[in-house]
Structures are given as C-alpha cells and as structure tokens.
C-alpha cells in the first residue's frame, strides 16, 4: 500500500510538472506576436470575385467524390469580406448544409438551410427559397420531426408553382410522393403524381419516367396489377433509348414482379434478369438487393425452395458489401476532412511565421529565456521519473493492472447483468398486458358469438369447430330469425388476430344493425347492404384499402315438415351438403367477389340459389383455414382432401363429427404453426316425410 501511494504522489507531480512546462514553453512566445494579420492579407474586390467562382467550381466539382474538400472550398467562401451580396453566397450556404447532411449532422444541416433560407427571404430571391425549403424537408425527415417535412416540402410547391418552375415542381411532388407513400396515404401521392404527368404530357424526361415507375409501384403495392403494368411499360418505353439507366433497371425489376402476379414466370425472369446486368454494371447494390428480393419472390411462387434459397444467399451478400462500401466511403471522407484540417492548419502555421519575421530577435530572446526555464523543468521531470523507475516494482504493476482489470470487468458484468434483467422484468409486464388484453377481448367476441344452447334451439343437431389461430380469431358465425325463417351465416374476415378481430366484430354489428333496419330474410338483399356498409365503415374509396371478409349466408324455411327449403348466397364461398343415399359431398359456389374491398367503378352483385331437402342431409358451412392448413412439410390439406373427410363422417353425430374433424386438423399440423383460423360449421336435417 505504501508503495502505491507513493506511485500515485510521484505520477502526479510528473503530470503537474509536464503541464506547466507545455504552458510555459507555449505561453511565452506568444506574448511577442502581434495579431496585425488582416491588412496583411487584404486584397481587392475582383480578386475576391474570381477567388468566390474558383472556389465554388472546385467545392461543386468535389461534392459526390470528396465532400469534406467542398465543405472546407465553402467554408472559405462565406468567411470572406462583403460576401453576403456575392450570388454565391446563398449556394455556398447549401452545399455545407448537404455536406453535414451526409455526414449525418442533420441538426447542424437545418443550421445552415435556414440561414440561407432568411437570407433568400431578405432578398426575395423565390429560387433560392424554394431550394432551401427543399433541402430542410430533407434534412427534418431524417429527424423524429417529421410532420415539419412535409410542411416546408409544400410550402417550397407552392412558391414553384407561383413562378412555374416546372423542374423543382416535379422534384418537390416526387420527394412528397415518397414521403406519403410511406405513410399509406396513396390518393395523395397519386394527386401529386398526376400533376408531373399533367406538367409533362407529351415529353420524354426523368421526371416524367419517375413519376409512371411511383405510379406503376403503388398500383403493384394495392395489386392493381393492369394498371401497374401500363405505367411500368410508359416508364420503361421512356428509357430504352438509356440502356443502363437506373431506370430502365427500375422498370424492368418491377415488369418482373407483375408478371410474378401473373404466374408468367419465364418473362418475369427475363426482366429481373435484365435488372441485375445493369445492376451490376452500375454497382448500384440497393438495387441489387431489390431485384434479389424479386428473385426470392418469383421462385417461392413456383415452390422451387432450392433457388429461393439461392437468391436469399445472394441478398445477404449484396446487403453485407453494401454496407461495407458505405463503411469505406464514411472511413474516406473522415480522412478527407483530417487532411483538410491539417492542411488548413499548415497554411495558418505558414501564415503566422510570415508575420513574425518583423518580432524574430525579440521573439528569439524570449524564446532562449523560455528554453532555460523548460531545460529546468525538463531536468526536473527526469529526476522524478528516474526516482518513479527505482520504486516501482514490476511485479507490483502487473498485479495492480490485473487486479484493475478484473474488478472493472466485474463491474461491467454487474451493470449487464442489471440491465437485461430489468429489460426481462419490463417485456414480462408488456407481455402479460398486452395477454391480458387480448384475452379480455376474446371473452368479448365470445360474448358476440352465438352460444351452443341459442344454436340448439334453432338447429337441434347442430356443432361449430371454432379454432382461432390467436387468441381471438378473424372468422364468426352468425344467426338470427326473420319472419319464421331463421338466418345461419359463417365468415372469414381479412387478417387474423387482433384486426380480424376487430373485421368480425364490425361485421356482426353490421348485419345485426340490417336486420333492424331492412327486416329482411333474403340472403342477396343483406350480403349487398352488408358490403356498402362495410366499404363506408372501412372509408375504402378514399383508403384504397382491400380489407372485408367472405361469407356463407343461409335462409332455412321449416313451414313445411315434409321438406326443409334453403335460399342461400356466397361471397366467395361454398355450401356444402350430402343426402342420404348420395355417394360424395355436394359443392354448390357462390359470387366470386368479396365482401368490401376497394373496387373501382364496380357494381357487385350478389345471387340467391335454393335447395329443397326432403331426405336427410348434413350442410356444412366452413372458412378456408382447414383447407390452407399445412403440415410439417409444407404441404397443404386441400380442398379435395377435406369434401372427402366430410363426406365420410356426415351420417355420425354432430359431437363426433366436430371430434373428428379437430382430431383431423392437428394430426395434419403436427408441430408446424397454425396459418389462419378454421371455423366448420355443420347442421343436420331430418324432415318428416
């Protein structure tokens, strides 16, 4: 211990001894120079003027390869004398804003475009105050202050507009059609699209290219695929005259895609292909990236895992050198801005020995006095650091460092140790609520759903399989009585979960609220008002969402003992049913449309058909979750599959057949995940004869 107390007493007269040395060798001369720099430097307005243009060719030219030299050429310009009323001016203040942008100084980018932009504005310059809005909507929406973004990206629209400048109205709209489409708000990145197409009818440029790929991928996006394919090919056939374009890449990776919709796999390989060459040529690997994410795409469509797997491997590697080369490029310009601080540094060193020719003896006299009292200091600090060398102990240092060493890597253990368990303790508790929740949310679907006592009384032979894939599901199941006929209905809503949760609760109370509205029994007549009102409830015009549900939608009239009379109507599915003395399952379809949706300029419209049962029959009312359940291979149950499983156990009783059916559904599964819910809906009729 006392040896260690003297080390630490004999390290801190080095470190106090070292410092006033440094202070008094710098301090001393520096009281003999005069800070007359500035008459000596001056020069005349012109030379200024051709200095400014030099400067400013040299730090544009260097933006892309080298942006810390435009950053210093800049920096220069806006230094100097009078150079607020240089045109310049306002540019240089621009190009440094950008250059921290890439740097990812966004706070010290928006510094300087709002500089520039009070500058524009004390000037009325409407040009540069729509480049500089341009640029803080750039630099706001790499910040969490977003919503500013599009504030001064329309602002900066509407000043282009006042003067009709065509190429910063189509960059601003292309930069607010990116911005809105990440939100999910296509109707107004369409509007801003419109625009460029109306501003550039008839002509052939970049812009107008742009403007038909955004259109193309939102139409892709919202599986328009006619539309997205027209816009690609206008974008495409704008372009081909630049046969290694990034936009003609574009176009072709996206004509890939749509032909993957439409199942011509040799045509959409053929496209992404001709994406890739100019890819690669291009050395553009975001792209790469995309069109191998197509590629993955393309061959999952056609179930061929070996080259899905192929593509995933490419993707990883594109992504990894990528991020390299954006390693390399940041490692670059830190290098190119020391160089130019230290050449900066050199030229001021340069400068200050020019000056201090006229104080060299006084200096040199100064300088000797201070030499003395450093040699002094110095001799001081080697007797200090001899006698250190003697008492310190090698042995003594290795286990003080070791021992060092050890207990800060205890500490740090300690406090990692800490942190994860209070990050486990709060995921825990987020995850016990958000179960809690989603729990109390199934007792309230399950309190909307009809119970097996209700369904009982209205069909005696009755069963319902009901198997949400979470906790609360997407499908329901529905009934009612109208006038002596009772109404029987099962849907499958879109999603599962959470929001098919909420899809189904919106559909229950939709066709509860027409029966109190319309009185009706006839199947048609309420899946139509059931689907306007679910397109009015979802807002799906302005949306352009394709959310609704499928259902089956049944009318039993029982007046008759001798025969049980069933109207019926389907959106997008099928009634099933065998009677007695029939060989396999009947499947009767229904309307190939939806239930809500966005659908343009469409009229729906949906079909009754009848049955009349005199024989003992079994109906079966059903979503495709059974059918698109698939095993641990990856295969599906199927459709044929499932009529056949039905078929054969329709005669038993209906708490055997739902056994069965269960018993069916996870000897299928096995232990791959469930991938929607299943709901089969079975009733059984005897009629008297």
């Known amino acids: 211990m006392k040896v260690q107390n003297i080390n630490k007493r004999i390290t801190g007269w080095c470190r106090s001894g070292v410092i006033l040395a440094l202070l008094f060798l710098v301090s001393y001369p520096a009281l003999a120079i005069r800070t007359d720099t500035l008459n000596s430097v001056s020069?005349?307005?012109?030379?200024?003027?051709?200095?400014?243009?030099?400067?400013?060719?040299?730090?544009?030219?260097?933006?892309?390869?080298n942006p810390s030299s435009t950053l210093d050429y800049m920096q220069q310009i806006i230094a100097l004398d009078g150079i607020e009323e240089n045109p310049l001016y306002l540019e240089a203040l621009g190009y440094i804003g950008r250059v921290h942008h890439l740097f990812g100084d966004y706070f010290i980018a928006l510094d300087y475009q709002r500089k520039r932009l009070e500058q524009a504005q004390k000037k009325q310059d409407t040009l540069q105050m729509i480049k500089a809005m341009?640029?803080?909507?750039?630099?706001?929406?790499?910040?969490?202050?977003?919503?500013?973004?599009?504030?001064?990206?329309?602002?900066?629209?509407?000043?282009?507009?006042?003067i009709d400048n065509k190429k910063y109205l189509a960059t601003i709209s292309l930069n607010l059609v990116k911005y809105y489409r990440v939100l999910g708000e296509y109707h107004i990145a369409m509007k801003y699209l419109n625009k460029i197409e109306q501003g550039f009818k008839g002509q052939r440029n970049a812009y107008i290219t742009r403007a038909f790929l955004q259109k193309g991928e939102i139409y892709l996006d919202n599986q328009q695929y006619a539309q997205a394919l027209l816009y690609t090919k206008k974008a495409y056939q704008n372009c081909l005259d630049q046969r290694k374009s990034l936009s003609l890449a574009k176009a072709y990776q996206n004509l890939g895609r749509i032909h993957t919709q439409y199942k011509k796999y040799d045509l959409a390989k053929q496209y992404l292909d001709s994406a890739l060459y100019i890819a690669n040529a291009r050395e553009a690997y975001e792209l790469k990236g995309a069109v191998y994410q197509s590629y993955v795409a393309l061959f999952e469509a056609?179930?061929?895992?070996?080259?899905?797997?192929?593509?995933?491997?490419?993707l990883a590697k594109t992504k990894e050198k990528s991020y390299n080369e954006k390693q390399a490029k940041y490692m670059a310009d830190l290098y190119s801005k020391y160089k130019a601080n230290k050449k900066e540094k050199e030229i001021a060193l340069l400068k200050k020995n020019a000056l201090l020719k006229a104080s060299e003896l006084k200096r040199k006299r100064i300088a000797n006095y201070s030499l003395w009292i450093g040699l002094f200091f110095i001799l001081a600090l080697l007797i200090l650091i001899a006698i250190y060398a003697r008492l310190k102990n090698k042995s003594n240092k290795r286990l003080v460092l070791k021992n060092s060493h050890i207990e800060a890597q205890k500490e740090e253990i300690?406090?990692?140790?800490?942190?994860?368990?209070?990050?486990?303790?709060?995921?825990?508790?987020?995850?016990?609520?958000?179960?809690?929740?989603?729990?109390?949310?199934?007792?309230?679907?399950?309190?909307?759903l009809p119970n097996e006592s209700l369904l009982k009384r209205v069909f005696s032979d009755v069963f319902v399989c009901f198997l949400p894939k979470d906790i609360v599901s997407g499908d329901f199941y529905w009934t009612a009585k109208v006038r002596e006929k009772n109404l029987l209905a099962v849907a499958d809503c879109t999603g599962h979960g959470v929001p098919g949760a909420f899809m189904a609760l919106i559909g229950t109370n939709i066709l509860n609220d027409i029966l109190h509205t319309l009185d009706s029994n006839d199947p048609a007549q309420i899946l139509t008002e059931l689907d306007q009102r679910v397109r009015e409830v979802l807002k799906q015009e302005q949306k352009m969402n394709d959310d609704g549900m499928d259902i089956t939608l049944c009318s039993f009239d029982t007046t008759n003992p001798a025969e049980t009379q069933i109207t019926w109507c389907g959106a997008k599915h099928a009634l099933m049913y065998i009677s007695k003395g029939m060989e396999k399952l009947q499947v009767v379809r229904g309307t190939n449309k939806a239930i809500g949706g966005f659908y343009q300029n469409q009229n729906k419209t949906f079909i009754n058909q009848t049955l009349t049962l005199d024989t003992p029959t079994t109906l079966y009312l059903t979503s495709d979750g059974f059918t698109d359940q698939k095993d641990e291979n990856r295969a599906k149950y199927g459709s044929l599959r499932f009529r056949k499983l039905l078929g054969d156990i329709a005669q038993l009783p209906p708490q055997i057949q739902k056994n069965k059916i269960e018993q069916e559904f996870y000897n299928h599964k096995g232990a791959a995940e469930q991938i929607d819910d299943v709901t089969v809906l079975g009733v059984q009729l005897y009629p008297k004869r």
């Open 414 to 448: 300690q406090v990692q140790k800490e942190h994860i368990e209070q990050k486990n303790t709060l995921l825990e508790s987020i995850h016990r609520k958000v179960t809690d929740s989603i729990r109390y949310a199934q007792t309230i679907q399950s309190a909307m």
């Open 43 to 65: 020069s005349s307005a012109a030379q200024n003027t051709d200095k400014i243009k030099l400067y400013f060719k040299l730090g544009k030219s260097l933006f892309t390869k």
């Open 134 to 162: 341009n640029e803080l909507a750039s630099d706001y929406l790499a910040t969490e202050y977003k919503q500013e973004a599009s504030e001064y990206w329309t602002k900066s629209l509407f000043l282009a507009e006042a």
């Open 302 to 314: 056609q179930n061929n895992d070996r080259q899905v797997l192929y593509y995933y491997k490419k």
